[in-house]
T-cell receptor, first 112, second 111 residues
Framework: GDSVIQMQGQVTLSENDFLFINCTYSTTGYPTLFWYVQYSGEGPQLLLQVTTANNKGSSRGFEATYDKGTTSFHLQKTSVQEIDSAVYYCANPSGSFNKLTFGAGTRLAVCP | EAGVTQSPRYAVLQEGQAVSFWCDPISGHDTLYWYQQPRDQGPQLLVYFRDEAVIDNSQLPSDRFSAVRPKGTNSTLKIQSAKQGDTATYLC?????????FGPGTRLTVL
C-alpha cells in the first residue's frame, strides 16, 4: 500500500536558519503530496500541496519540491522564525475520497 | 466561515468506561473522517463517511469502536469499554475535495 516516510523526528534550529525536511513516499499511482502543519493544541492544517503537473509548491515562505526520480518530497524554508515551531507532516491522499496516509512527523523547534 | 468543531476537548476515563466524541463538520462538506493520533505520532485514519454512508471502517481498532453520521452532517465516534491503549487525540476532518480541514481534536486519557 501507499506509505510516506519521514526519518527526522526532531529538528532544532535558530531563527533565520535554513530548514530542510525530508519525506520519501511509496505509491502505485501518480501522487499529489501534501505538507500539513500542526501547532500545539490544534489539528493539522494544510500548508501546501504538490502535484506531478507542477513539481513544486509554495506557501507562507515554505517551498516543497517533488522529485519523482527519487520519490522524495522535501520541505524547505530559507529563514525560519520562532512562530514556525510546530510538527510538520507529509501526507499522501489516495482513493476516490482522498484518504490520507501521514508520515510520522518532524517536530521543528526554532529558538529565538 | 466556521471550521470543524469537536467536543469535548478533553476526556479522562477509567478503563472500562465508555466515551463519545462529537464532530460538527464545515457546512456543505460531504466527506467526514475520524483519525486517531497517539502521542508523538501522525494521525491514523479510523473511518470515513460520504454523506451518511460509511465508506471504510476497516481501520477501527476493534468492535469497541463505532461511528455514525445519521443525517450526513454531524458525527459521533464512540468507544465502549475504553482501554489504556486508546489514549490518544481523536481528530475529525471534513472535505469537499482533496483538502481536509481538521478540528482541534479531543484528547483522551484512559487511566
Amino acid at each position: 500500500g501507499d506509505s510516506v516516510i519521514q526519518m527526522q523526528g526532531q529538528v532544532t534550529l535558530s531563527e533565520n536558519d535554513f530548514l530542510f525536511i525530508n519525506c520519501t513516499y511509496s505509491t502505485t499511482g501518480y501522487p499529489t503530496l501534501f505538507w500539513y502543519v500542526q501547532y500545539s493544541g490544534e489539528g493539522p492544517q494544510l500548508l501546501l500541496q504538490v502535484t506531478t503537473a507542477n513539481n513544486k509548491g509554495s506557501s507562507r515562505g515554505f517551498e516543497a519540491t517533488y522529485d519523482k526520480g527519487t520519490t522524495s518530497f522535501h520541505l524547505q524554508k530559507t529563514s525560519v522564525q520562532e512562530i514556525d515551531s510546530a510538527v510538520y507532516y507529509c501526507a499522501n491522499p489516495s482513493g476516490s475520497f482522498n484518504k490520507l496516509t501521514f508520515g510520522a512527523g518532524t517536530r521543528l523547534a526554532v529558538c529565538p | 466561515e466556521a471550521g470543524v468543531t469537536q467536543s469535548p476537548r478533553y476526556a479522562v476515563l477509567q478503563e472500562g468506561q465508555a466515551v463519545s466524541f462529537w464532530c460538527d463538520p464545515i457546512s456543505g462538506h460531504d466527506t467526514l473522517y475520524w483519525y486517531q493520533q497517539p502521542r508523538d505520532q501522525g494521525p491514523q485514519l479510523l473511518v470515513y463517511f460520504r454523506d451518511e454512508a460509511v465508506i471504510d471502517n476497516s481501520q477501527l481498532p476493534s468492535d469497541r469502536f463505532s461511528a455514525v453520521r445519521p443525517k450526513g452532517t454531524n458525527s459521533t465516534l464512540k468507544i465502549q469499554s475504553a482501554k489504556q491503549g486508546d489514549t490518544a487525540t481523536y481528530l475529525c476532518a471534513s472535505s469537499e475535495g482533496a483538502e481536509q480541514f481538521f478540528g482541534p481534536g479531543t484528547r483522551l486519557t484512559v487511566l
